[in-house]
């Protein structure tokens, strides 16, 4: 999720939009243009912006109610297809989940009640069919909320109606089987609409069932690998043999521990065995290239890596290494000692070996 912006942040929640939404600013700018000049492409615009309103107090039903069950939701994203607010977890129950999912819709339902009232009591008979671009703000903006709310109850991921699907399942089949039939149903169904938008003309259709897809699949994998690690501390999936590498030696040096083990990187040390840093194997070989096999491994390394500590759970563990941005961490423990290295192929075997024996 490097493709993101963030834009502000409420009741600790960061509001973030992802880059690919201004496309979809550009695309409706345009489009108000050509129907309307200048001012036809402000009217487009502001509509977007209202909706945009619309999506982020949908987002925020979801999060309140996530909130009253313990849950967190560290930041909110603003895709071209809707909002998507990152829970930290899955809560515990099915029930749970339910009400999450079904409180975004309400929300929007809500909307679409009070923009309704105020039409009406407006004196304008509001009309709930075709959407027209000419018509009245709010009533336009009444029915696109409607949509909004008719598609989001599709029950396919990253849609609520795919949770409400998952959370119906897992009551009944546990959480991994749930999410995996309600991902493969979503998957499914995304492949029959974007079928029908290719070949109907409906671009804007099957880039939405791309995204669908897409989040499925996202969605299954992130499920399974968080309830196969679950329980797990870092201190049970690191490595424990292997090899430091002193912050004195020099690329030669590396080399020929590269060349002699498996091992891809190598937490670098100083004198008294504290970790400054980590030299992957694309570090020696950058390093190499620029300044030759004699230069030393500390001008060569990643500084400023954060240790992980022996004690870290596994999704936290996961996050700050997917984080890091490397392929590996070293672990240090409350003495400052360097007990293990933390290592994605490591992580990725044991996952396969607990899965097996499951
Ligand atoms: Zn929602």
């Not at 509509?47 to 949908?58: G, N, Q, S, Y």
């Not at 300044?291 to 030393?296: A, E, P």
């Not at 490397?326 to 240090?332: R, T």
Request: aromatic content about 6%; overall charge neutral.
């Amino acid at each position: 999720m490097g493709w993101t912006i963030t834009i502000g942040r409420v009741a600790g929640t960061e509001i973030k939009v992802h880059l690919t939404f201004f496309i979809l600013v550009a695309f409706w700018g345009v489009a108000g243009y050509q129907q309307g000049g200048p001012a036809g492409a402000l009217a487009a615009c502001i509509m977007l912006f209202a909706l945009f309103a619309c999506v982020l107090l949908h987002e925020f039903g979801h999060i309140l109610m996530a909130g009253r069950f313990g849950v967190r939701t560290p930041d909110v994203i603003l895709l071209p297809i809707g909002g998507v607010a990152r829970l930290e977890r899955i809560p515990d129950e099915p029930r749970q989940e339910l009400l999450i999912a079904l409180a975004g819709p309400a929300v929007t339902l809500a909307i679409v009640v009070a923009l309704y009232a105020v039409l009406a009591l407006g004196g304008v008979a509001p009309r709930m069919g075709e959407l027209d671009p000419d018509g009245p703000f709010l009533e336009t903006l009444m029915r696109v909320n409607l949509y909004l709310l008719v598609f989001n109850l599709f029950p396919a991921f990253p849609m609520d109606g795919g949770r409400v699907l998952r959370a119906l399942l897992s009551s009944r089949m546990g959480l991994v089987a749930g999410t995996r039939i309600a991902a493969r149903f979503g998957q499914a169904s995304a492949v029959v609409a974007g079928l029908y938008g290719l070949t109907a003309g409906e671009p804007l259709l099957a880039l939405v069932a791309l995204f669908v897809y897409l989040g499925a699949g996202a969605e299954a994998a992130a499920v399974e690998t968080r309830v196969a690690g679950e329980g797990l501390k870092v201190d049970q999936m690191m490595v424990t043999q292997f090899r430091a590498i002193p912050v004195h030696a020099t690329l030669a040096d590396a080399v020929g521990l590269l060349l002699s083990s498996e091992q891809r990187e190598f937490p670098v040390v100083d004198n008294l065995g504290r970790v400054e840093g980590v030299l992957t194997r694309d570090n020696l070989i950058k390093g190499i290239s620029q300044r030759g096999t004699d230069s030393t491994v500390g001008e060569a390394m990643t500084t400023q890596v954060k240790a992980v500590s022996p004690r870290l759970g596994f999704q936290e563990a996961l996050e700050q290494l997917r984080s890091s941005g490397l392929p590996a961490l070293p672990v240090v423990d409350d003495t400052g000692r360097l007990v293990g290295m933390l290592t994605l192929d490591n992580i990725t075997d044991l996952l396969l070996v607990r899965r097996a024996r499951a």
